[in-house]
């Protein structure tokens, strides 16, 4: 599958600033929804790299994009690939997981290219 066609795709891995723990952080919603709640919004989710969502009671929507990262079908990509698809677009910083986890430069070059953001962090 190529960038054009993807619907998600991992923007960062490294350690939690946060706990220490492995994590990944993957944007969704590439292809554009209708969903009644978030719209054309891109979502964020930082997840733990080896805990199975199911035992970190995570929602459905998290558990699905930690299944389809963990059989590769999300692929590693860099938000300059994809800024053309994003440029007009809002994102969701935090839909699952804490944006405090992520260092601040990753979120400043996904903002940089869309058209506005909102977050929440537990810290």
Same mark, same amino acid.
Do not use: F
């Given at each position: 599958?190529?960038?054009?066609?993807?619907?998600?795709?991992?923007?960062?891995?490294?350690?939690?600033?946060?706990?220490?723990?492995?994590?990944?952080?993957?944007?969704?919603?590439?292809?554009?929804?209708?969903?009644? @709640?978030?719209?054309?919004?891109?979502? #964020?989710? %930082?997840?733990? !790299?080896? =805990? /199975?969502?199911?035992?970190? +009671?995570?929602?459905?929507?998290?558990?699905?994009?930690?299944?389809?990262?963990?059989?590769? @079908?999300?692929?590693?990509?860099?938000? #300059?690939? %994809?800024?053309? !698809?994003? =440029? /007009?677009?809002?994102?969701? +910083?935090?839909?699952?997981?804490?944006?405090?986890?992520?260092?601040?430069?990753?979120?400043?070059?996904?903002?940089?290219?869309?058209?506005?953001?909102?977050?929440?962090?537990? =810290?």
């Amino acid at each position: 599958m190529s960038l054009r066609d993807t619907n998600s795709i991992e923007i960062w891995r490294g350690k939690s600033l946060v706990t220490g723990d492995p994590i990944v952080v993957l944007l969704a919603g590439l292809r554009r929804s209708d969903h009644r @709640t978030t719209g054309a919004m891109l979502q #964020t989710y %930082i997840l733990h !790299r080896d =805990q /199975d969502p199911n035992d970190a +009671i995570c929602p459905p929507q998290a558990l699905a994009i930690w299944w389809s990262w963990r059989m590769g @079908t999300i692929a590693p990509s860099s938000i #300059t690939e %994809i800024k053309t !698809r994003i =440029q /007009d677009r809002k994102v969701r +910083i935090g839909t699952y997981g804490d944006p405090a986890a992520v260092p601040a430069r990753v979120w400043t070059a996904l903002i940089r290219h869309t058209a506005g953001h909102t977050g929440y962090t537990h =810290q």
